[in-house]
């Protein structure tokens, strides 16, 4: 595994264990998937209309097209914001939240040399709260950024492609709520 690579896991695994930290409020992990790759999450409510994602997720997307390329890694934390909340026929809480958010990586851009990609990150989607502590999601995040790789001795820097593209396809999650 890179250093790179290496160095973006422990910033997030400090990030999650300074969020831990912090103020006693509803906290949540788990995990997801989209096309491009597994994730897995963390979640912590800052308040009633407010909570944080942090996630850092196996970027695959490039290794199903090629799979002679190897696969990347990013974390990523995004704010979100409740924008309306509702009970469900059976009593189940459902809300739809949006927010920004950054992120940055290691990966295949398409068609692309692996090299760091970085950007803003957007999220939107819709979440049921069950009973027994467990909440499905379904949501879209667009990366708007950039992808460097080293070509020739000189910095190649071009938007990051993967990130739109995979803004089209639904990301569906599962955590546990604690």
């Given at each position: 595994?890179?250093k790179?690579?290496?160095?973006?896991?422990?910033?997030?695994?400090?990030a999650?264990?300074?969020?831990?930290?912090?103020?006693?409020?509803s906290?949540?992990?788990?995990?997801?998937?989209s096309?491009?790759g597994?994730?897995?999450?963390?979640?912590?409510?800052?308040?009633?209309g407010?909570?944080?994602?942090?996630?850092?997720?196996?970027?695959?997307?490039n290794?199903?097209?090629?799979?002679?390329?190897?696969?990347?890694?990013s974390?990523?934390?995004?704010?979100?914001?409740?924008?309306?909340?509702?009970?469900?026929?059976?009593?189940n809480?459902?809300?739809?939240?949006?927010?920004?958010?950054?992120?940055?990586?290691?990966?295949?851009?398409?068609?692309?040399?692996?090299?760091?990609?970085?950007?803003l990150?957007?999220?939107?989607?819709?979440?049921?709260?069950?009973?027994?502590n467990i909440?499905?999601?379904?949501?879209?995040?667009?990366?708007?950024?950039?992808?460097?790789?080293?070509?020739?001795?000189?910095?190649?820097?071009?938007?990051?492609?993967?990130?739109?593209i995979?803004?089209?396809?639904?990301?569906?999650?599962?955590?546990?709520?604690?």
């Amino acid at each position: 595994m890179p250093k790179a690579s290496i160095r973006i896991i422990l910033i997030f695994i400090t990030a999650c264990a300074s969020l831990h930290h912090a103020d006693a409020q509803s906290k949540a992990a788990g995990g997801s998937f989209s096309f491009n790759g597994p994730a897995i999450s963390y979640e912590h409510n800052l308040d009633s209309g407010c909570f944080l994602n942090a996630d850092i997720r196996a970027e695959l997307g490039n290794h199903f097209i090629d799979s002679d390329r190897k696969p990347g890694v990013s974390v990523s934390l995004v704010s979100n914001f409740i924008l309306k909340e509702w009970k469900s026929d059976n009593g189940n809480p459902v809300r739809i939240f949006a927010g920004p958010g950054i992120t940055a990586g290691m990966a295949h851009d398409l068609h692309k040399e692996y090299g760091c990609f970085f950007g803003l990150k957007g999220r939107i989607g819709m979440e049921c709260l069950f009973s027994r502590n467990i909440a499905i999601s379904l949501s879209f995040s667009p990366i708007l950024g950039m992808h460097m790789t080293l070509k020739d001795d000189y910095l190649v820097m071009k938007y990051y492609r993967n990130g739109l593209i995979g803004s089209a396809i639904p990301e569906i999650g599962i955590k546990y709520l604690f």
